[in-house]
């Protein structure tokens, strides 16, 4: 079974975004203004015995990333906050971008959501999510004759 990134509107922001993406490459960086959305880029893998959702958010505190499963929904959310500026400083260049984000997943119903671990070292995020015993798969011996 294979997990999908669920998009409601993907199309909708997708196109918004790129939009956003002339205006600002037009009128220069509006980031002051209005800052862009975010989200922190995420790796899933299967091992026989997990799925495991691994999440770049660097420069935060795990007590501001929340971790939750719902109706078979994993759900990863935070907020990155702005450093503060100080008056006389003077900035040449600002790329990083801050604000809230959420990432959801469906997962499926394999997974035994009593027993889900979420790590958080380094800036990476690490939530293994263990299969059930019924769903591992097993290896079936093959006879010759």
Same mark, same amino acid.
């Given at each position: /079974? $294979?997990?999908? %990134? @669920?998009?409601?509107?993907?199309?909708? /922001?997708? @196109? &918004?975004?790129e939009?956003?993406?002339?205006? %600002? +490459? /037009? =009128?220069?960086?509006?980031?002051? !203004? &209005?800052?862009?959305? @975010? $989200?922190? &880029?995420?790796? #899933?893998?299967?091992?026989?015995?997990?799925?495991?959702?691994? $999440?770049?958010?660097?420069?935060?505190?795990?007590?501001?990333?929340?971790?939750?499963?719902? *109706?078979?929904?994993? !759900?990863?959310?935070?907020?990155?906050?702005?450093?503060? %500026?100080?008056?006389?400083?003077? @900035?040449?260049?600002?790329? +990083?971008?801050?604000? &809230?984000?959420? +990432? !959801? =997943?469906?997962?499926?119903?394999?997974?035994?959501?009593?027993?889900?671990? $979420?790590?958080?070292?380094?800036?990476?995020?690490?939530?293994?999510l263990?299969?059930?015993e019924?769903?591992? %798969?097993?290896? #079936?011996?093959?006879?010759? *004759?």
């Amino acid at each position: /079974m $294979a997990i999908v %990134r @669920w998009k409601p509107f993907g199309d909708i /922001m997708d @196109w &918004s975004d790129e939009v956003d993406r002339r205006v %600002r +490459r /037009m =009128f220069g960086d509006l980031q002051e !203004s &209005s800052p862009a959305p @975010w $989200a922190p &880029s995420v790796d #899933i893998k299967e091992t026989p015995d997990a799925l495991e959702v691994i $999440a770049e958010i660097p420069g935060m505190r795990k007590d501001e990333i929340a971790v939750s499963m719902q *109706e078979g929904v994993l !759900s990863i959310s935070g907020e990155k906050k702005t450093e503060e %500026r100080k008056e006389g400083e003077n @900035w040449h260049r600002t790329e +990083r971008i801050f604000g &809230s984000f959420q +990432r !959801s =997943f469906y997962i499926p119903s394999e997974v035994d959501d009593k027993k889900i671990q $979420a790590n958080y070292k380094d800036g990476v995020l690490k939530v293994i999510l263990p299969k059930k015993e019924e769903q591992k %798969r097993k290896q #079936i011996p093959i006879k010759v *004759e």
